[in-house]
Structure formats: structure tokens, C-alpha cells
């Protein structure tokens, strides 16, 4: 069972709307958790980086949220873009290893 | 532009066949990695380095092999290709602790085995 579970696993969302993509996890001792984005034939690239004593950090319209006591993480997309379309990766890190979430691949239509 | 490169981008290969995958990166990382992506999957570590000289295996390594010898570029090789390696493969590279520095990935190699 993959330690790291992301939902939905697609979703689709009119330019403009706002979304939020949910990242559970069960790795331990718990270091980092990452959001990626990857865009299509693209590899990832880092979004944020959140640790154990943070709860929130924003970048741009890209606002994630971590609960380390329920070991739950959110990535909210706030007035989404064409551009947001793409697969969103949750890593989550001991202090040997990263877990790679499946994804959620996000589609917005205009 | 300074980051990771792979190439190539795309290839298709027949069963048996071997054939390397380069990567290159110019940021002087320590850490470098490769990567399997497979459908409905999380990326999948098959072989790391911690610098030059240096490899070891991680969760995915049948089938692949690779070496360091310099800081700069990290060849995974497939020694004998099958179907089951069809995949899009990663290079990843990072400041020392990739767990604390995160990665810096290349676009990917698409490798189809027929």
C-alpha cells in the first residue's frame, strides 16, 4: 500500500474556479511534505515545502495547508488559470527517503 | 539554462535490447537519481548516487544499472529491455539532502518496449 494517497485522482474545474487537491499520508518519522506540479511531458517541479511545525505557506495562488497530527495535507488552487492544468504531486520525506503520491491530474476549461 | 538534462526524449526499443539513458546536470548537485513513472503510480527510485564514484540501489532495480564517474553526469543503463520497462524515466538531481533540498528533475525519457 503506497504511503502516500492523493484525491481525487482527476478533476476538472472552469477557468477561475477554485480547487483543492487532498494528500494523506502515513510515513514515519515525518521530515518534509512537497507539493509538485508536472505539466505534460514535463518532469515536476517544486511548488512548496512544508514541515513538521508549519502549518500554511502560500506561493502565488497555490496555498498548502499540513494537520502532521492527522498526517493530511491540501494544496488550494485559488482563481485557477489554463495554465494550472496539470498533475499535482504530493512527497512526502523521512529522513532516508521520499514518497511519491500517484498525482492528482487537474484539468481547467475555459 | 543551467538544470537536468536526459535525452532522448523518446525511444522505442525491442525486447532484448539494451540501451543507455543519459543525464546531465551543470548545478554541481551531489545527489542524483532516477526515476520510473508508470501510470496511476507514484514515481518509483530505481538507482541513486551521493556523488561521484557512489551508487546504490533503491526500490525498482532489476533490470538497471548505472555509475557516477563524474559529478556532472549519472547513464542508466537497461541491460537486456522487456516489456515491463515501458515507462517515462526521471533524472533528478539535489544539493546534497535531497529529502531537505528537494529535487530538480529532467523532462523525462519516454521508453516504449515492444
Known amino acids: 500500500k503506497n504511503q502516500v494517497e492523493q484525491s481525487p485522482q482527476s478533476l476538472i474545474i472552469l477557468e477561475g474556479k477554485n480547487c483543492t487537491l487532498q494528500?494523506?499520508?502515513?510515513?514515519?518519522?515525518?521530515?518534509?511534505l512537497r507539493w509538485y506540479k508536472q505539466d505534460t511531458g514535463r518532469g515536476p517541479v517544486s511548488l512548496t515545502i512544508m514541515t513538521f511545525s508549519e502549518n500554511t505557506k502560500s506561493n502565488g495562488r497555490y496555498t498548502a495547508t499540513l494537520d502532521a497530527d492527522t498526517k493530511q495535507s491540501s494544496l488550494h488552487i485559488t482563481a485557477s488559470q489554463l495554465s494550472d492544468s496539470a498533475s499535482y504531486i504530493c512527497v512526502v520525506s523521512d529522513n532516508n527517503d521520499m514518497r511519491f503520491g500517484a498525482g492528482t491530474r487537474l484539468t481547467v476549461k475555459p | 539554462n543551467a538544470g537536468v538534462t536526459q535525452t532522448p526524449k523518446f525511444q522505442v526499443l525491442k525486447t532484448g535490447q539494451s540501451m543507455t539513458l543519459q543525464c546531465a546536470q551543470d548545478m554541481n548537485h551531489e545527489y542524483m537519481s532516477w526515476y520510473r513513472q508508470d501510470p496511476g503510480m507514484g514515481l518509483r527510485l530505481i538507482h541513486y548516487?551521493?556523488?561521484?564514484?557512489?551508487?546504490d540501489q533503491g526500490e525498482v532495480p532489476n533490470g538497471y544499472n548505472v555509475s557516477r564517474s563524474t559529478t556532472e553526469d549519472f547513464p542508466l543503463r537497461l541491460l537486456s529491455a522487456a516489456p515491463s520497462q515501458t515507462s517515462v524515466y526521471f533524472c533528478?538531481?539535489?544539493?546534497?539532502?535531497?529529502?531537505?533540498?528537494?529535487?530538480?528533475f529532467g523532462s523525462g525519457t519516454r521508453l516504449t518496449v515492444v
Open positions: 533528478a538531481s539535489s544539493y546534497r539532502g535531497h529529502y531537505n533540498y528537494g529535487y530538480t
Open positions: 494528500c494523506n499520508y502515513t510515513v514515519s518519522p515525518f521530515s518534509n
Open positions: 548516487s551521493v556523488g561521484a564514484g557512489i551508487t
